[in-house]
């Protein structure tokens, strides 16, 4: 039997840290695990990250697996020797549960569903909560429809406030939710040990739907409109030591003023290693794996934005990247911007 563990949640609610830390302690203890990544182009930054942990990992690009239950499946079959396997969907994912178990438990049968986690990112929900945005909350409540457990995650950055509201807003919803960290692992263990039962889902052998979704849908496309999804892939060469979150610096100063951060996610790669780096607020400094100086070399550049921004404003601030990197002696080689224009979730074409 192979386990099943769906980690959904938000853009920069936490989902990769989580699964990179249970996927490091599954490793630790001999088992094989895979990860199935999901956004909505390539090359992703998850990818690149789980893979060297050492765990499988597969993508399923171009939309949402919420409306690519094929396309698990067939990453599914992929892992057929992985004994823990992770799906972590896109950040603007809609009821994923309802969406894909219907199709994915028949296909795989000895599949076990673990509980399902949808993580909320306390501070940024707490805020949401306050100034009411409802094209945000409106997306957080159809996820936490697939919600076994729902895991606040930062908590370590919430004051007695932002944790009594979101008290408050969980308890009337009657979930079973947990504050923790997960880049901090606090209570991670007590989520660990949760993921040792059964889902709803296992349970009730739903089936789907199909009204159900389309109206999340809707949900889906109005916030679709609203995000911008860039990606940016590139190889520099160095001949001297530079810091390595000076890209991502550059683009938080053109960009903070005017733009709603999902996320900014970026790994510099090379023969010898790697160096991760993620940002989930402006107001923030960016979280690094390791922080280390490239000295002579070339290095493989790739970074993820998900961000709500006029589309001019991202042209600017990527011309602005590479003229400065070109100051400092960088040469830029094998450039490739792609800012995936939407429609109902898909790809209607790449600039």
Avoid at 316 to 335: C, H, M, Q, T
Wanted: aromatic letters at 8%; hydrophobic letters at 40%; proline letters at 2%.
């Amino acid at each position: 039997m192979r386990n099943l563990y769906i980690i959904g949640g938000f853009l920069g609610s936490g989902k990769t840290t989580m699964i990179s830390k249970f996927t490091k302690r599954l490793l630790d203890k001999g088992k094989k695990v895979g990860v199935i990544v999901n956004d909505f182009s390539t090359p992703l930054v998850d990818e690149r990250y789980l893979t060297q942990l050492g765990a499988q990992a597969e993508q399923v690009s171009g939309e949402c697996v919420c409306h690519t239950t094929a396309a698990v499946n067939e990453a599914l079959d992929k892992m057929k020797d992985k004994n823990e396997i992770f799906l972590e969907p896109i950040g603007t994912h809609l009821d994923v549960a309802s969406a894909i178990l219907p199709d994915v438990i028949p296909h795989a049968v000895d599949l076990v569903v673990r509980p399902v986690v949808i993580l909320v990112d306390g501070k940024r929900l707490s805020e949401i909560l306050k100034k009411d945005k409802a094209y945000i909350l409106d997306f957080i409540f159809q996820q936490l429809q697939s919600a076994d457990i729902i895991f606040v995650n930062k908590a370590d950055l919430m004051n007695t406030d932002d944790i009594k509201d979101t008290t408050e807003f969980f308890e009337k919803k009657k979930a079973q939710f947990i504050f923790g960290s997960a880049l901090n692992d606090e209570n991670t263990d007590e989520l660990f040990e949760l993921l040792e039962g059964k889902s709803k889902w296992e349970e009730k052998k739903v089936g789907k739907d199909e009204q159900a979704i389309f109206t999340h849908y809707e949900t889906y496309v109005k916030l679709q409109a609203r995000m911008k999804w860039v990606n940016l892939y590139f190889s520099i060469k160095a001949d001297h030591k530079i810091i390595t979150d000076k890209i991502v610096r550059i683009l938080k100063e053109k960009l903070k003023s005017d733009s709603y951060l999902g996320h900014l996610k970026m790994m510099v790669i090379s023969k010898e290693g790697y160096v991760k780096l993620n940002l989930t607020r402006w107001d923030e400094e960016p979280q690094i794996t390791e922080k280390v100086y490239l000295d002579k070399g070339e290095w493989k550049v790739i970074v993820n934005m998900r961000l709500k921004v006029d589309e001019n404003l991202i042209d600017k601030a990527i011309e602005v990247l590479f003229d400065e990197l070109s100051i400092y002696e960088i040469d830029i080689i094998n450039k490739e911007v792609i800012i995936p224009l939407l429609k109902w979730g898909k790809f209607v074409r790449q600039e």
